[in-house]
């Protein structure tokens, strides 16, 4: 079985694109949900859906959710934190906004230039009395040093929540990286590795975590809807959500496996270049899901962006700006290595039907803008 392939000639080529199984399968999936008319509520669906996402990454749990930031939140929430949270300046928006919606305070680490993770040699001095929290991002899939990491928490007593949006499949200690820290927050939005158009989802190895979690999500309801015994809200998937997930995670390794070598192909294909480098995996296993280069000096990336634009290629500058610089942030803490490689970083487009041909002609496209 192949997954949804139809290539069209000529049209813009995005940073990325939604792999989807062919939709007689989500349609196939869904049915009994539409003759049930149960079309959310934690579902048959959902109840699937978290059964074979677990199996497949080898996880104990995993708590389905409607989008990565609400998994964010309700990480937050499930460890009752109040406080300062040590989060890296090198991330997406929704690390920081899940932070400040849950009452905490951001505080910003700056990032290493080569693994573009937290610089965990810097965390410990941002540490106060008012620090209840880490949440490390695995940027780009790329896990983060997760022993370090545990090792600061263990000796200050702080939580650890991951912000796992992009690293689904990625591995440390060959196992999921997603079973490491107290709870990790993952995505299924439809750029991921695995979507569920939108959704995200809890993972953690602590059973009354699991558990806590789940009543979040539904309002903050006991076991028998008779009491509200948590400060819950609406975090639920719908079972259209799930369908999709349970008809897409069929083609889950194949992704996988895809993403792993067109990412070689472009590596092979700029290696040697003066003026790029690439982000470097140190810990674990990477998920391949992005493709980013990093760029001597802004003016080059903003050249070879004009360039690809003129032939309908769309690559994306991400994460950019540096969060730590947005207007939204009141009190600036300078990351200087956060912000300079926002100036200079550009993902190439990666996805499952990009073809091999175009990603010869990106990379040539680039090396002849330098
Ligand atoms: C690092 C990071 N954290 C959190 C999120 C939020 O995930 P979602 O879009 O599913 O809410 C994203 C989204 O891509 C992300 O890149």
Redesign the pocket.
Known sequence: MKLRKKQIDNVPVYVTQPSLAPFSDFIEKLRPSWESGILTHNGPLVQKFEKEIAKKLKVNNYVAVS???IA?QMAIKALDLNGEIIVPAF??I??ISAIKWEGCKPVFCDIDKNTLNIDENLIEELITEKTVAIMP?HVFGNPCNAIAIERIAEKHNLKVIY?A??AMGSKFDNKSILEFGDISAT?T?A?KLLNTA?G?GCITTNKELDSKLKRIRFFGHSEDKRDIVEDGFNGKMTEVHAAIGLSNINYYDQVLEDRKYKYELYQTELSNVKDIVFQRKIFGTSNFSYFPIILSSESLLLKIVKTLNAKGIFPRRYFYPSVNTFSIIKEKEACPVSEDISNRILCLPLYFLLEKKTILKISKLIISSI
Do not use: F, K
């Open positions: 989008n990565g930031t964010l991330t997406w929704a690390s991002v912000d949006a992009h995505s939005h750029t939108e995200g």
